[in-house]
């Protein structure tokens, strides 16, 4: 129908390959809490697969660890709704966007934008709406820079009205 105008496939593993390189840091310490669930899911992934472990598993979780783990406890611990289903990636792309790391696909990918978005996050350089962080809550009255990611998030649901 389009012909070749449009790729069938749309791939991230560039950028996924990107936030898997990066240590997830922090300066507040709850957010600790986010760096051990995400060595925790490496650790559940390398009991499930069989994984044999390479030097990583007591490792420093990664950007995209922390990410997905959050994405995972979000669901299963907040916002679980038989109605809508699983919506773990909707939460997951939610923080790729906040990011502003929604267009990084792997023939978009521009490493320069993607490491200074990474490190405006981890440095907590982000507007005080989050924009910038994993999560931007538009209205919000809480500076996220002075919140921890779980109260970030938090915030961000608290305002979510968006049905998924």
């Keep these: 129908m389009y012909g070749n105008r449009y790729s069938p496939v749309i791939s991230f593993l560039t950028l996924f390959a990107y936030l898997h390189s990066v240590e997830f840091t922090w300066s507040l310490r709850m957010d600790e809490n986010r760096a051990a669930d995400g060595r925790s899911l490496r650790l559940q992934f390398y009991r499930e697969t069989g ?15 922390v990410m997905a783990a959050l994405a995972i406890r979000c669901e299963n611990q907040i916002m679980d709704n038989p109605i809508y ?59 996220h820079r002075e919140l921890e990611i779980w109260a970030q998030m938090s915030d961000y649901l608290n305002h979510f009205n968006g049905l998924v």
């Design 51 to 65: 994984y044999v472990d390479d030097g990583t598993l007591d490792g420093p979780a990664s950007v995209l660890e």
């Design 85 to 143: 289903g699983d919506r773990t990636k909707y939460w997951f792309w939610v923080m790729i966007k906040s990011l502003g790391l929604y267009g990084q696909t792997d023939d978009m990918f521009d490493k320069d934008r993607v490491s200074e978005a990474v490190t405006k996050f981890l440095n907590r350089e982000f507007e005080p709406d989050g924009k910038g962080s994993l999560f931007q809550t538009k209205n919000t009255t809480r500076d």
